[in-house]
């Protein structure tokens, strides 16, 4: 059986990563290849064929680790010693893991007290030094800019284009797999690095002709913090999907120009439809996300309330583990049913309910 090499190997004459020469081994944990799941429910909502795209199961949990092999390997290549991001605690989680497979010291800053525990503590066994910033992300990502180039450490944010380079792999996965590009593209936006990267990937598959086809891309932000669908930055985003809480996106213009192409658009939703959608992901198809990456699943939820269909294919891009972020999860769920029995099976069926034999 063949392994999957990882994104860089796998498509490494498709990257453009000129300050990676061929003879130089990549920085991998084997990201990428990661499943299209079936949506049963959204399929028979829509009407259309929808497909998760389901990035929590790269190595780290989220999609980060596409366009993080590729930075940390580049930074190695050319002599780096330490690496610095901003992050809302996914980026900050797969950088210091792919700093450590390469020996790397890795620096992250983050706004203090709005970080995931599942995301913090990766950070910290992967032998981050964390910072934590008085302050939002945007203000992070400031920092981390003026700190490579004032100091010696390499920047690893989206703003380095070579993260993006890897991130586009996952449109290419996705029209491998599915002999074309979809007719809609879903996915939650941030920072829009994704949005960017994957339009990207399926504009240079286009043109190299393996699909004959680019989707519409459906970009959906937090209500808190939605300046893309404003069209102006917000001074103090906020919402309980921490990994989306950003006022201010470095790709904008990337963004932008994907929307207009595309012919798409980006929407908001509320952080209660966003915590509604997480459940209902989880409780339906068996897909457990973090809440950011419910914003697509919230979006398309919402469409069909004010009457806007799906058709053809579709695929969701739902970006990072539930494991991430069990607190926000279990927030909206009620009490939690703590039935408590002696060890007994009689006594366990009894407070499930079963009938009796
Ligand atoms: N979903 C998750 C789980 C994320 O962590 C992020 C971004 C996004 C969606 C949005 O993607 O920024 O490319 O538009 N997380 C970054 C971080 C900001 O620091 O981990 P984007």
């Given at each position: 059986v063949r392994q999957w090499r990882g994104v860089i190997e796998e498509y490494r004459d498709l990257l453009d990563l000129p300050d990676l020469p061929d003879g130089i081994p990549a920085v991998t944990?084997?990201?990428?290849?990661?499943?299209?799941?079936?949506?049963?429910?959204?399929?028979?909502?829509?009407?259309?064929?929808?497909?998760?795209?389901?990035?929590?199961?790269?190595?780290?949990?989220?999609?980060?680790?596409?366009?993080?092999?590729?930075?940390?390997?580049?930074a190695r290549s050319e002599g780096a010693r330490a690496v610095v991001c901003a992050s809302t605690?996914?980026?900050?989680?797969?950088?210091?893991?792919?700093?450590?497979?390469?020996?790397?010291?890795?620096?992250?800053?983050?706004?203090?007290?709005?970080?995931?525990?599942?995301?913090m503590a990766q950070a910290i066994l992967h032998g981050a030094q964390v910072i934590m910033v008085r302050g939002n992300f945007d203000d992070c990502l400031t920092m981390a800019r003026r700190m490579a180039e004032d100091y010696p450490v390499a920047l690893v944010n989206s703003v380095n284009p070579v993260r993006l380079q890897g991130q586009k792999t996952a449109a290419?996965?996705?029209?491998?797999?599915l002999g074309d590009a979809p007719d809609h593209h879903v996915l939650p936006v941030g920072n829009a690095g994704n949005v960017s990267a994957y339009w990207m990937g399926y504009t240079q598959y286009a043109?190299?002709?393996?699909?004959?086809?680019?989707p519409v891309m459906h970009g959906f932000q937090a209500a808190g913090a939605a300046p893309?669908?404003?069209g102006s930055p917000v001074a103090d985003p906020e919402t309980k999907a921490t990994a989306i809480r950003i006022g201010n996106p470095a790709s904008w213009h990337l963004a932008v120009a994907a929307r207009e192409e595309s012919?798409?658009?980006?929407?908001?939703?509320?952080?209660?439809?966003?915590?509604?959608?997480?459940?209902?992901?989880?409780?339906?198809d068996g897909v457990f996300v973090e809440p950011a990456s419910a914003a697509g699943v919230a979006g398309i939820l919402q469409d069909l309330e004010q009457g806007r269909g799906y058709d053809g294919t579709v695929v969701v891009t739902v970006t990072g583990h539930g494991l991430k972020d069990t607190v926000t999860a279990l927030e909206g769920?009620?009490?939690?049913?703590?039935?408590?029995?002696?060890?007994?099976?009689?006594?366990?069926a009894a407070a499930a309910g079963l009938d009796g034999p």
């Open positions: 944990l084997r990201e990428g290849g990661t499943p299209l799941v079936t949506s049963e429910w959204l399929s028979g909502l829509t009407g259309a064929d929808v497909w998760l795209k389901v990035e929590g199961d790269n190595p780290t949990g989220s999609f980060k680790d596409r366009g993080m092999t590729a930075a940390i390997s580049v605690g996914n980026t900050s989680a797969s950088m210091a893991a792919y700093a450590a497979k390469a020996g790397l010291q890795p620096l992250v800053l983050v706004p203090e007290g709005k970080i995931a525990a599942g995301k290419f996965e996705i029209v491998d797999f043109d190299l002709g393996r699909s004959t086809r680019r893309l669908v404003h012919g798409g658009r980006f929407a908001a939703v509320t952080d209660d439809q966003i915590l509604s959608a997480q459940r209902e992901l989880a409780r339906r769920v009620g009490p939690l049913v703590d039935t408590v029995v002696d060890a007994d099976p009689a006594a366990a």
